[in-house]
């Protein structure tokens, strides 16, 4: 009889132990254990054309085009004078300069306009489908990005996508913007895990350039079928969208 219940309690452990199994995302598929994606990679930066356009008719890509070089290009400025600024900050700063240099007239009313279309961005057509599909293999997912922590956090809140990231990360944590390798290295250290575990997702040339020099292994999104860099740091692959990158990171074809 002690044999049978003995018997009978194993089994029971043992369909506990199955059915939890089971219940864990396979990750088996996925050749890192973690993804740091760019925040542009999900988000589409032309989202403020639109609202650009309402009131510059004819001038809003252009408009946006410069608007974001701007950005960047302060990001650049403040890292090697060893200063920093909230990014929401440098974007307001970059906006009137960008009014200025096209000798457009930008109301108080219009900047503020403008401005919260940077916390209310559109996802890319492909991203949600894409961090479902990642999500699921079992991969943890992080963002690490030049925005402010409120940029991140607003974006993500407005587009209902806040629960496929593990962690929404600004450089601003450690005033640091990219391409700083410190900037980079924010990212593996609140992953706790090696650099050949985590797969980097650029949206941008130089993102790539910095993220490769700081040692990931980096994918380009390019949106905009944009050359690579001239500076002898290549992408480990690339693809003008989505699809292509879960296929890279699962093994697919």
């Avoid at 089971?22 to 598929?29: A, G, S």
């Avoid at 401005?115 to 991969?139: H, M, N, R, V, Y």
Wanted: aromatic share 14%.
């Amino acid at each position: 009889m002690i044999y049978k219940k003995l018997l009978y309690i194993f089994l029971v452990l043992l369909s506990l132990r199955v059915g939890s199994e089971e219940k864990k995302p396979e990750n088996h598929l996925a050749r890192f254990k973690a993804v740091i994606f760019d925040y542009f990679v999900i988000f589409d930066a032309n989202s403020v054309v639109s609202e650009l356009e309402k009131v510059f008719p004819g001038k809003g890509s252009e408009f946006a085009r410069i608007w974001r070089a701007k950005q960047f290009e302060y990001c650049f400025l403040l890292s090697v004078t060893n200063r920093h600024e909230d990014f929401l900050r440098l974007t307001e700063d970059a906006l009137v300069y960008t009014a200025n240099f096209m000798k457009l007239k930008l109301s108080s009313e219009n900047k503020s306009r403008f401005l919260q279309t940077f916390l209310t961005l559109k996802p890319w057509p492909d991203a949600i489908q894409t961090l479902e599909k990642l999500k699921k293999s079992g991969l943890r997912i992080i963002v690490l990005s030049n925005f402010s922590g409120k940029m991140l956090k607003d974006n993500a809140n407005h587009a209902g996508i806040s629960h496929y990231f593990e962690q929404l990360i600004s450089t601003e944590v450690d005033r640091s913007y990219k391409p700083d390798p410190i900037a980079y290295e924010l990212g593996r250290r609140k992953l706790g895990l090696k650099k050949e575990e985590i797969l980097f997702v650029a949206f941008g040339g130089w993102d790539v350039y910095g993220a490769k020099n700081f040692g990931y292994t980096t994918y380009w999104v390019n949106r905009f079928q944009l050359p690579v860099e001239e500076l002898g740091l290549l992408p480990d692959a690339t693809s003008q969208n989505l699809e292509g990158l879960s296929n890279f990171i699962l093994n697919q074809k």
